[in-house]
């Protein structure tokens, strides 16, 4: 009974938190769907009476620099880059959930804007340290927004990555491998990334232009 207690102790603080930094309508109702299913999971399937054994996300070495992936697949010098690298000055001052309120309020400002929803679901992973279904959630949304896009996959792998799934996460980046056109600027990012989880990369098919160099 006291996991149970606990993790409502949880949800509260979160949902608490987000209503103090005056986050609002669907954003609020978004996250609490997503921390009301993970509850009902944990209650169908979870076993408090097990030792614990936390994963380490944060100490977790990312495979790949999150912030020079971001900008490497989303660009620089825009409004969302602007609200991302404030996110990032947060984080990196011990401050995940201050980055993940910023972050929803933008989110609920500009619910179009895809960049702005990774951001969230990088936040939320940071401040939960893993791959919660708020953050899966940000992602899906973020994929709905700019479909083909690799950015929200690749991310959506990069947290896989830091919660101890690898295999996961190579799974993700392989298979957007997989479509990527063979001169895509960010195709060698999501390669090393594919390595750098024991995975193997296949080179691409060889253009025209370059068959004939």
Same mark, same amino acid.
């Given at each position: 009974?006291?996991?149970?207690?606990?993790?409502?102790?949880?949800? *509260?603080?979160?949902?608490? @938190? $987000?209503?103090? !930094?005056?986050?609002?309508?669907?954003?609020?109702?978004?996250? =609490? /769907?997503? +921390?009301?299913?993970?509850?009902?999971?944990?209650?169908?399937?979870?076993?408090?009476?097990?030792?614990?054994?936390?994963?380490?996300?944060?100490?977790?070495?990312?495979?790949?620099?999150?912030?020079?992936?971001?900008?490497?697949?989303?660009?620089?010098?825009?409004?969302?880059?602007?609200?991302?690298?404030?996110?990032?000055?947060?984080?990196?001052?011990?401050?995940?959930?201050?980055?993940?309120?910023?972050?929803?309020?933008?989110?609920?400002?500009?619910?179009?804007? *895809?960049?702005?929803?990774? @951001? $969230?679901?990088? !936040?939320?992973?940071?401040?939960?340290?893993?791959?919660?279904? =708020? /953050?899966? +959630?940000?992602?899906?949304?973020?994929?709905?927004?700019?479909?083909?896009?690799?950015?929200?996959?690749?991310?959506?792998?990069?947290?896989?990555?830091?919660?101890?799934?690898?295999?996961?996460?190579?799974?993700?980046?392989?298979?957007?491998?997989?479509?990527?056109?063979?001169?895509?600027?960010?195709?060698?990012?999501?390669?090393?990334?594919?390595?750098?989880?024991?995975?193997?990369?296949?080179?691409?098919?060889?253009?025209?232009?370059?068959?004939?160099?």
């Amino acid at each position: 009974m006291m996991a149970y207690a606990t993790l409502a102790i949880f949800v *509260f603080v979160i949902l608490g @938190g $987000l209503w103090l !930094a005056r986050i609002r309508g669907p954003i609020m109702t978004m996250i =609490a /769907a997503a +921390l009301m299913f993970g509850c009902a999971g944990y209650a169908l399937q979870g076993r408090p009476t097990l030792e614990g054994s936390p994963r380490e996300f944060a100490e977790r070495p990312a495979p790949l620099p999150l912030t020079g992936a971001r900008q490497a697949l989303l660009g620089q010098f825009d409004p969302s880059d602007n609200w991302l690298n404030m996110a990032d000055a947060l984080s990196a001052r011990g401050k995940p959930s201050e980055a993940a309120a910023l972050l929803a309020k933008q989110v609920e400002r500009h619910p179009g804007d *895809f960049k702005l929803w990774i @951001g $969230l679901g990088n !936040a939320l992973a940071d401040h939960a340290q893993t791959l919660t279904p =708020a /953050a899966r +959630l940000a992602y899906r949304r973020a994929a709905e927004l700019a479909p083909g896009h690799p950015a929200p996959g690749f991310f959506l792998g990069l947290a896989e990555a830091r919660s101890g799934n690898p295999e996961a996460a190579r799974q993700i980046w392989s298979d957007i491998l997989r479509t990527a056109p063979a001169d895509a600027s960010w195709r060698p990012l999501i390669e090393q990334g594919v390595i750098a989880t024991g995975g193997s990369v296949t080179p691409p098919p060889a253009t025209k232009g370059q068959a004939g160099s």
